[in-house]
């Protein structure tokens, strides 16, 4: 047990806490100090122009920003998906981890989402929807296929994530492998079959799987562990099928998590 009977956490959990602290500093820090360097290089290379007038060494440097900061947004990426591969910080799969008890399944999950804030802070406004943003999901332990565009800032635990070919998530959708209920963190698998389109603003929880060809519609929920059945078009708070419309002849069927069929009998959705 961590948690001392008031509450309070251990001194070996505060310990623990201090030193997940201190290490995604460190972490961070040199993935920062790597991802500015070439960007600092390609800037520093600019100051020796020596032009005939100073105003226009000014303009230089001024247009030499946008492109220093694309590098450096490039490479936090890169280097950020590295550093999590590297250190193993992931989001465990299936979990129950009470936050009122640290302990390092727990610290590892808040290492590789302070990694994933920190990216989308810095390089996903300027990358989100982009084949560069879908791609650095994938560096970063996510399982997608061919043509998938994500227009949201807010789909987080990438390792949890498993996307089918064609898959369009909207913007501000919220979707992650976890949720937070009763001061416990809970983590599951989402799948989104083939030519899935999540629609803006829709929350689709944990353990979900959208069979392919599914359209979630604007500003929906989708509950925890809902089974959606494969062409169904699905609305509502929480949904419910509307429509059903046969699938692209190009999309796998089987509806699998983590290779394993899946059970409809306890879906929440009908
Ligand atoms: C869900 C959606 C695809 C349905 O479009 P459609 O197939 O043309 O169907 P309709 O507009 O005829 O709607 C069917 C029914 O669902 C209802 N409905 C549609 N969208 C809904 C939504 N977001 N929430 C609640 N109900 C909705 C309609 O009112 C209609 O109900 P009714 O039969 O009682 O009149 C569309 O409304 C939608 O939400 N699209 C989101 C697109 C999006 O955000 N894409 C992301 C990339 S930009």
């Known amino acids: 047990m961590a948690a001392s009977g008031n509450g309070r956490w251990s001194a070996r959990a505060t310990?623990?806490?201090l030193w997940a602290v201190f290490s995604a500093f460190v972490v961070e820090?040199?993935?920062?100090?790597?991802?500015?360097?070439p960007a600092a290089i390609f800037w520093e290379?600019?100051?020796?122009?020596?032009?005939?007038?100073?105003?226009?060494?000014t303009v230089l440097l001024s247009m030499a920003f946008i492109p220093a900061y694309l590098l450096f947004a490039f490479c936090l990426m890169l280097f950020s998906a590295l550093a999590m591969y590297v250190t193993g910080w992931r989001a465990p799969d299936g979990a129950e981890m009470p936050i009122h008890e640290p302990d390092w399944p727990l610290l590892n999950w808040v290492r590789y989402m302070i990694s994933i804030h920190l990216v989308r802070?810095?390089?996903?406004?300027?990358?989100?929807?982009?084949?560069?943003?879908?791609?650095?999901?994938?560096?970063?332990?996510?399982?997608?296929?061919?043509?998938?565009?994500?227009?949201?800032?807010?789909?987080?635990?990438?390792?949890?994530?498993?996307?089918?070919?064609h898959v369009i998530i909207g913007s501000e959708v919220h979707l992650s492998g976890h949720t937070v209920e009763k001061g416990v963190v809970k983590t599951a698998r989402v799948r989104l079959g083939d030519h899935v389109t999540a629609g803006v603003s829709s929350i689709i929880s944990?353990?979900?799987?959208?069979?392919?060809?599914?359209?979630?519609?604007?500003?929906?929920?989708?509950?925890?562990?809902?089974?959606?059945?494969?062409?169904?078009?699905?609305?509502?708070?929480?949904?419910?099928?509307?429509?059903?419309?046969?699938?692209?002849?190009?999309?796998n069927i089987e509806p699998t998590i983590g290779g394993v069929a899946q059970d409809d009998s306890s879906s929440p959705v009908r």
């Open 15 to 17: 310990l623990k806490v």
């Open 29 to 37: 820090s040199v993935v920062f100090g790597f991802s500015v360097l």
């Open 45 to 57: 290379w600019h100051f020796r122009w020596r032009l005939p007038y100073h105003w226009m060494e």
């Open 121 to 165: 802070t810095f390089a996903g406004a300027i990358f989100r929807t982009s084949p560069l943003w879908t791609m650095y999901m994938r560096w970063n332990g996510a399982r997608m296929g061919r043509g998938v565009f994500v227009n949201s800032l807010w789909v987080t635990d990438h390792n949890l994530l498993e996307f089918g070919d």
């Open 206 to 251: 944990i353990g979900v799987d959208a069979g392919p060809g599914c359209q979630i519609g604007a500003l929906s929920l989708v509950p925890k562990y809902a089974r959606l059945e494969a062409g169904g078009t699905y609305v509502g708070i929480p949904v419910h099928l509307v429509q059903k419309r046969p699938v692209p002849a190009s999309a």
